[in-house]
């Protein structure tokens, strides 16, 4: 908690008329500022003109919904509207806002100010950037009745330390102060989540028949042993002790329960293949579906695999996807504004790319 962020991303983000994802990111993390930069910025690299913020946001320790005026869009001067923060703060665009002629009519777009450098305005701009990183802290009188977080350990979660009962809260682990009873209750229902991940696992990665079954037979012997020990998972007494675990919800569909909340059955997972095993695509005609692929697959953009698939070159790949893929900013010197010459002149391909989404 108290982590900052700098990301950049396409001015939509600030832009769009839908408060959602801006509503979404104000609950999570403090808007610390933005940095509006030209749409002509990254157009040797990209292939393409876009109007392009980078964020700057600072991790909360907890959700909270508030009215904040980023989130919201205004009107300058002109009558254009897009999103307040930079309306209020025009010296956080570098450039000037205007109405240019686009596919679906005009759009708004950041246009350069030749006769101003960007790298100063840049440097300028980034001084009204305010923000502190705060190491997480624990409270010196909880002793050793508090940790640090195990980042193994779900968030909101019970785990087992040193034989005894932690509950994990963002940066710290609260030890929990439980009967012996409920401790080895815990204990019991934490072997209950391992087993039934596992299970999940080797459905999910295609292990074989006999590894599943062997850990759905271990499945169905604790949870024997649970139910025999303490009652139904979804009892009420367990519900008051499981529920602010964040695994809960999972685990507890490990019974059938009627529409009056009554256990009718184990479910279908201790002795079936509840998920499928994934079908394997090895060729694909077109790029676009290449790129759907390999980040669904690879979780990134793999030039290899969309090779592999579509039988094309890299080169091919990135004039097909122009608008849809851009050089990954990161992999730059981040003091080095300059236009980038193109990858087509540079001959070289070996800077990652990323998709319009994470741009």
Not at 229 to 249: C, H, P, Q, V
Not at 267 to 295: C, E, N
Not at 325 to 331: A, G, K, V
Request: negative net charge; proline residues 2%; aromatic residues 10%.
């Amino acid at each position: 908690d108290g982590g900052i962020i700098a990301f950049i991303t396409s001015s939509g983000t600030m832009d769009k008329k839908s408060e959602d994802v801006r509503r979404y990111i104000s609950e999570r993390a403090e808007f610390l500022g933005a940095i509006r930069l030209p749409n002509t910025t990254f157009k040797g690299a990209a292939g393409t003109e876009v109007t392009s913020d980078i964020i700057f946001l600072k991790k909360r320790d907890r959700l909270l919904k508030l009215d904040e005026d980023w989130v919201k869009l205004d009107k300058d001067e002109k009558g254009l509207i897009y999103n307040k923060y930079f309306v209020d703060n025009p010296k956080m665009v570098i450039g000037t806002m205007e109405e240019i002629p686009s596919r679906f009519g005009t759009s708004l777009a950041c246009i350069e100010n030749e006769d101003i450098s960007l790298k100063e305005r840049l440097k300028k701009a980034i001084k009204n950037i305010q923000g502190k990183y705060e190491e997480a802290q624990i409270d010196e009188q909880l002793g050793e009745e508090t940790i640090p977080a195990d980042d193994s350990v779900k968030n909101y979660s019970f785990a087992l330390v040193d034989d005894e009962i932690y509950f994990r809260e963002n940066s710290i682990m609260q030890k929990i102060s439980l009967n012996e009873k409920d401790k080895d209750k815990v204990k019991e229902y934490l072997r209950l989540n391992e087993s039934l991940r596992k299970v999940i696992t080797y459905q999910r990665e295609n292990f074989s028949d006999e590894k599943i079954k062997k850990e759905q037979e271990n499945l169905n012997n604790l949870y024997d042993n649970f139910s025999t020990k303490y009652g139904r998972i979804n009892s009420k007494a367990n519900k008051k002790l499981f529920r602010e675990d964040a695994n809960f919800s999972l685990i507890s569909t490990l019974e059938k329960l009627d529409k009056e909340g009554n256990f009718i059955g184990k479910s279908d997972i201790f002795i079936k293949r509840t998920i499928k095993k994934a079908i394997v695509i090895d060729h694909v005609d077109k790029p676009i579906d290449a790129l759907v692929l390999s980040i669904s697959q690879k979780g990134k953009i793999n030039f290899d695999y969309m090779e592999e698939l579509t039988g094309k070159s890299r080169y091919k790949l990135i004039e097909e996807l122009k608008g849809e893929i851009f050089l990954n900013l990161d992999s730059f010197e981040p003091n080095d504004i300059k236009p980038f010459k193109s990858a087509k002149d540079l001959g070289d391909f070996s800077r990652p790319y990323v998709s319009a989404d994470e741009y």
